[in-house]
């Protein structure tokens, strides 16, 4: 709901005009709601002329409505993004590089899955690139640069590289999703994509927003039987949206998932029904084994074998599954499979559905 | 971008009242005139200097500038923050290996294990450790002590603090250090403060007052809450509004941690999980799944080979890890093999005459023959579980459902 005042100051009414105007028309939308003859009817003593009135109704219009934008457009902004990789070819295979900046990608997965680990791997990933702007926004203390440090190193990059890319990298600590949604609101002002898509020797900058986690800020405000939980949410939704699809960012962020066995209900997250459309894509994470005490201390030494799985997409068919494992550099590819099963599908009856499908000639 | 007002945590009752006056959006509020507030003030039926604050507030939330609460760090700053960062030692080398030097500032540790494993000695023994003066590496700073079972035990803490300052003059006569500060129990025993909580209402209203408690006492480095699990047990029925409650403790904890630049350290209790079918009880830390992702560093604590165990299963910086470690009338310390002189007792026979809590030692002790029995794949019926209300927590199985 905008004020009338901004807009009817800039159509030459007089001083006294205005002021009967808006006293009786606060918002715009108070405004529009009514046809202009009676709006000249209503107020007399203003004595302001049809055509000025008329003239106003478009003025607001036109800038209420959003600028046209033409399928061309759109498509050139995607050829000119970028497809976001996690370095590992099989994990980016199940994307079919269409997992691109300006979209939202969710990780799910129960606690201990690997939801950070996979983070992690983006994050350290794309730090090689020079060009590339990432920044963390932490809930808790997830995310630890001297992981990140430790990956970098055991990746063979020297001291010098590792503090190159450290400096590119920008932590935020928040707890409140007030401060959450500051905290991308600036993001937004240090993004080099919010001034230029394409930096100074006109190559185009990738940046990436990482959210660890995203559950543990939402989880407060939901629940119980107030609705208030839910506007913010939304304003949430909103904000990443427009930090990746205005700024041309990626965003990405992790949400728990209920445990269970029902694979129904394996690919719904947590949020609620509402949040399920949010994200552009989800990744389900997975942990191979059960998390007890027992299963948790054969672990010990050993790499973490974490099943991903795309479970929501807009732009590809969620079919595929795969299965990586968490080693002190980051993910690597399960040893001991020799090829890659391009056909391996998660059990979910929506991925059969999507199956058959695709056969159907 | 245009910012909503409802990010900006007014009163709901003020936020309705200045949507329907069409004030929605942040910047609406950037170039108001005096005129202008004195007839918003009218329509808000609130006094000039009350609407004036409350425009002051949203004014602040302009998305170029970020409140100094909100830390920004780069990558390299953090990381050299985070080495110089001193931690709490637990009294176990080992032990402090594992959690990469002790118990982390800016930080929540979850400690799980069975009852009478050791988690509320290791609790005590810490709240003992953080004053360690500067000059032995310590933090020197006071303790919070949450208590919601009453488990605090005055006695057993005069006995760790004393075995402390013990081994502090010993360190201090063998290493030629500079004499530390004159550390008399009695300051031991005045820097930790005891809260006790009843109920999960209180827990709230005592997360809600440390902050202003904690800006007159500075010195403070650790909170502890024993045990975050039991004001929240069975207090709800909707376990939507749980994990709700849950939360929003546990996200205050955190923004406390980060503020004051002190360590947050749950104890939680454990539950025993069984599979779809009631097959194969495993023990799981307690409070569900939603609760999981809640703290950065995680341990539980049990008897492997009826040696005590400490298993770091979640962590920012590394996998799983296992350390045996023991408690010992002293506290905790580095576990030593049994023909060791060192060792006073085996860790299923009772500690010590003074032990707090003596029927959580015969706990461990049948807990310990039924994990026995269960790693002989012996079958374990529900009625053995059954008359162990302590371990056993069906209740809890239900929720995960």
Redesign the interface.
């Known amino acids: 709901?905008?004020?009338?005042k901004p807009f009817a100051e800039t159509s030459g009414l007089s001083g006294e005009q205005l002021a009967i105007l808006t006293a009786h028309y606060?918002?715009?939308?108070?405004f529009l709601d009514i046809d202009c003859e009676v709006v000249v009817s209503t107020i007399p003593e203003a004595a302001i002329p049809l055509e000025v009135i008329k003239r106003l109704r478009r003025l607001i219009l036109h800038q209420l409505i959003p600028k046209d934008t033409t399928g061309n457009d759109l498509f050139a902004t995607y050829q000119s993004g970028f497809p976001l990789t996690f370095g590992l070819p099989h994990l980016d295979d199940i994307f079919r590089t269409e997992l691109r900046n300006s979209e939202v990608l969710e990780v799910c997965g129960?606690?201990?899955s690997g939801k950070?680990q996979l983070c992690l791997q983006l994050i350290c990933h794309n730090l090689l690139d020079t060009s590339c702007t990432i920044a963390i926004i932490d809930?808790?203390?997830?995310?630890?640069?001297?992981?990140?440090?430790?990956i970098l190193r055991l990746w063979g990059h020297g001291e010098d590289k590792l503090?190159e890319?450290?400096?590119?990298?920008?932590?935020?600590?928040?707890?409140?999703i007030?401060?959450l949604?500051?905290?991308l609101?600036?993001v937004?002002?240090f993004l080099p994509s919010s001034r230029d898509t394409r930096g100074s020797d006109g190559v185009s900058t990738k940046s990436i927003v990482v959210i660890d986690?995203l559950?543990?800020?939402v989880?407060?405000?939901?629940?119980?039987r107030k609705v208030?939980g839910f506007?913010?949410m939304s304003?949430l939704a909103f904000?990443m949206k427009?930090v990746a699809t205005?700024l041309q960012a990626a965003v990405v962020y992790t949400n728990?998932k209920?445990?269970s066995?029902d694979s129904e209900a394996g690919l719904q997250a947590?949020l609620g029904v509402f949040w399920q459309s949010v994200p552009h894509h989800r990744i389900s994470v997975h942990r191979v084994g059960?998390?007890?005490?027992?299963?948790?201390?054969a672990?010990?030494?050993h790499a973490?074998e974490i099943v991903v799985s795309l479970v929501k997409s807009t732009k590809i068919a969620p079919i595929c599954s795969v299965t990586v494992c968490?080693t002190?550099a980051g993910l690597s590819w399960k040893t001991g499979n020799s090829s890659f099963d391009q056909t391996k599908t998660t059990s979910s009856p929506k991925s059969k559905l999507f199956r058959a499908a695709e056969s159907r000639p | 971008m245009d910012r909503d007002i409802g990010q900006v945590p007014l009163e709901p009752a003020i936020r309705t009242k200045l949507l329907k006056l069409g004030y929605g959006k942040i910047d609406s509020f950037t170039d108001l005139a005096d005129a202008e507030i004195l007839a918003l003030s009218a329509k808000l039926q609130m006094s000039l200097d009350e609407t004036k604050s409350i425009i002051e507030q949203i004014r602040s939330y302009r998305g170029s500038v970020l409140p100094d609460y909100v830390s920004v760090l780069r990558g390299m700053d953090l990381l050299l923050k985070s080495q110089s960062n001193l931690s709490i030692t637990t009294g176990s080398t080992r032990l402090d290996d594992l959690l990469d030097g002790g118990i982390q500032i800016g930080q929540l540790t979850e400690i799980s294990g069975a009852p009478g494993i050791g988690k509320t000695q290791l609790c005590f023994q810490l709240c003992v450790n953080v004053q360690i003066p500067k000059v032995l590496n310590g933090l020197e700073g006071g303790a919070v002590f949450i208590d919601t079972d009453g488990s605090f035990v005055e006695k057993r803490v005069t006995e760790m603090a004393l075995a402390m300052l013990e081994e502090l003059n010993r360190d201090q006569t063998e290493n030629c250090a500079a004499p530390p500060e004159e550390l008399p129990l009695e300051r031991i025993l005045d820097n930790i403060t005891i809260f006790r909580c009843r109920d999960y209402r209180e827990v709230i209203k005592t997360v809600n007052v440390l902050p202003a408690f904690l800006k007159y006492n500075q010195h403070v480095r650790l909170i502890v809450m024993d045990s975050v699990v039991s004001p929240f047990r069975y207090a709800f029925e909707d376990m939507a509004e749980r994990s709700k409650v849950l939360n929003s403790v546990t996200q205050k904890l955190i923004s406390i941690a980060t503020t004051n630049q002190l360590a947050v350290v749950l104890a939680n209790q454990v539950t025993t999980k069984f599979g779809p079918s009631g097959e194969d009880g495993h023990i799981v830390p307690a409070l569900g799944a939603s609760w999981g992702h809640s703290c950065g560093t995680r341990v539980i604590l049990f008897l492997k080979d009826n040696i005590r165990t400490a298993l770091l299963f979640k962590s920012p910086t590394k996998g799983e890890t296992l350390v045996p470690f023991s408690v010992t009338p002293a506290g905790i310390k580095d576990y030593l093999p049994k023909n060791s002189s060192m060792v006073s007792s085996g860790p299923k026979k009772r500690l010590h005459e003074d032990e707090p809590m003596p029927e959580a030692g015969d706990i461990v002790a049948s807990l310990a023959d039924i994990s026995h029995l269960a790693e002989d794949e012996d079958q374990i019926t529900f009625e053995d579980f059954d008359a162990m209300e302590a371990v056993v927590d069906f209740e809890e199985q239900r929720d995960e459902v």
């Not at chain 1, 606060?26 to 108070?30: G, K, N, S």
């Not at chain 1, 809930?139 to 430790?150: E, F, L, V, W």
């Open positions: 709901m905008d004020l009338l606060p918002t715009a939308l108070d129960t606690p201990l950070t809930t808790g203390s997830h995310i630890s640069p001297s992981r990140i440090a430790g503090e890319c450290l400096r590119r990298l920008t932590f935020m600590k928040v707890t409140t007030s401060r949604l500051q905290a609101d600036y937004s002002s986690s559950y543990a800020i989880a407060p405000i939901i629940g119980g208030e506007a913010l304003q904000t427009y205005e728990l209920p445990p066995e947590n059960e998390l007890h005490v027992d299963s948790l201390t672990q010990v030494g973490t968490i002190p």
